[in-house]
């Protein structure tokens, strides 16, 4: 079961990681007051292209809006085909409790009408997630990936990444 487990997470971890782009880092030599030479590294920090409050936002509006303008418009596709989910689901079921209500079946309308809530539930859910998903994408826009899995002895799987430190 657990060789399953991590089959599924390196076919699913596999790709190269789009969403954060190389920190470009140019070697600029300088004499200092010494006259001894230097080298002058830039700030590490390479700013994504929103602010993480301006992804938050734009995520909480439109799940996905922010995850798009973060390049990362495959997740911004899976939370606006969710949204389109939960809201088709919504309209469904308040279609359904009409029906159920004018034909006059009252011991499903309390059925349906919890199911109504459930969907809206799921569909707030879903902007919260996409909100913190863009603020976390935002905040961590620069940080170096390489996922990479290695055999371990005793059969067992490893899973880690790489941080270079210049």
Not at 2 to 28: E, F, K, S
Not at 132 to 149: C, I, K, N, R, T
Request: proline letters at 8%; charged letters at 20%; glycine letters at 8%.
């Amino acid at each position: 079961m657990r060789h399953l487990i991590a089959i599924a997470v390196l076919t699913v971890c596999a790709g190269d990681v789009t969403a954060q782009i190389p920190l470009p880092i140019p070697v600029q030599r300088q004499r200092d007051s010494t006259g001894a030479d230097t080298v002058k590294v830039p700030p590490f920090r390479v700013e994504p292209p929103i602010s993480p409050l301006g992804a938050l936002g734009r995520s909480m509006l439109v799940p996905g809006w922010g995850q798009s303008m973060l390049r990362r418009r495959v997740t911004g596709a899976y939370f606006v085909f969710w949204e389109g989910i939960t809201l088709t689901m919504v309209l469904k079921a308040k279609h359904q409790l009409g029906y159920l209500e004018d034909i006059g079946a009252p011991e499903r309308v309390e059925a349906k009408r919890q199911e109504i809530q459930d969907w809206v539930v799921l569909l707030v859910f879903n902007h919260l997630v996409a909100g913190a998903e863009a603020y976390v994408s935002a905040m961590l826009w620069d940080f170096p990936v390489e996922l990479e899995a290695r055999a371990l002895p005793a059969g067992r799987t490893g899973m880690g990444f790489r941080i270079p430190v210049p």
